[in-house]
């Protein structure tokens, strides 16, 4: 297989950057502040932690999906294959940031790929999220926080509702509307 083939079938194994991950890298940028130790789920691509390290973040990412985790690292991303944030010590990081897969399900399009695990987040869309909230406290240090982006596809204020029942309170840093949907960063504090 050529170099480009192998190239295009890894893109089309992995979330290629969008208006959400662009969106969560600026206000990461923003947030964060040189030399915090950030931890960025979900990578896909590693454009996010990518951004932020550029910035002077120490960051480390992960994903699920091993082709990210490779097209990442080729970013020079330091990343682990992991489900959420299972393998990480408890109070590690200053800040989390998550683009979670969002999308409810929708049996039409089932895929049954990485780009299905990577855009869908079950049948509410909230799954993924609702899994990650349940155990990110932990991995947070004291002052700790989380960049998690949430869309009106999700339902946003169902996200603030569960991550308020984990201990969570939750401020909208910045919105983007599309025609199909608005896109929040939500930073979550304890």
């Known amino acids: 297989m050529s170099d480009l083939a192998e190239r295009r079938g890894v893109e089309t194994e992995v979330?290629?950057?969008?208006?959400?991950?662009?969106?969560?890298?600026?206000?990461?940028?923003?947030?964060?502040?040189?030399?915090?130790?950030?931890?960025?789920?979900?990578?896909?691509?590693?454009?996010?932690?990518?951004?932020?390290?550029?910035?002077?973040?120490?960051?480390?990412?992960?994903?699920?999906?091993?082709?990210?985790?490779?097209?990442?690292?080729?970013?020079?991303?330091?990343?682990?294959?992991?489900?959420?944030?299972?393998?990480?010590?408890?109070?590690?990081?200053?800040a989390v940031l998550f683009n979670p897969p969002y999308l409810p399900e929708d049996p039409v399009a089932e895929r049954d790929d990485w780009m299905e695990v990577?855009?869908?987040?079950?049948?509410?869309?909230?799954?993924?999220?609702e899994a990650f909230l349940d155990d990110v406290a932990r991995v947070l240090a004291p002052e700790g926080y989380v960049l998690l982006l949430v869309s009106t596809l999700t339902g946003v204020d169902d996200v603030v509702a569960y991550a308020a029942d984990r201990g969570f309170s939750a401020v909208a840093l910045r919105d983007e509307s599309f025609p199909f949907e608005t896109l929040t960063v939500l930073k979550l504090v304890r």
């Open 118 to 129: 990577a855009l869908t987040g079950g049948e509410t869309g909230r799954e993924v999220v």
């Open 15 to 94: 979330y290629q950057p969008a208006e959400d991950s662009l969106l969560l890298a600026d206000v990461a940028v923003n947030e964060l502040a040189p030399g915090a130790r950030a931890l960025e789920v979900g990578t896909g691509s590693g454009v996010v932690a990518d951004r932020v390290r550029e910035a002077g973040v120490d960051v480390v990412a992960s994903d699920l999906n091993p082709h990210a985790c490779r097209q990442a690292r080729e970013r020079g991303v330091p990343v682990a294959r992991a489900d959420l944030v299972e393998p990480f010590r408890d109070g590690a990081f200053d």
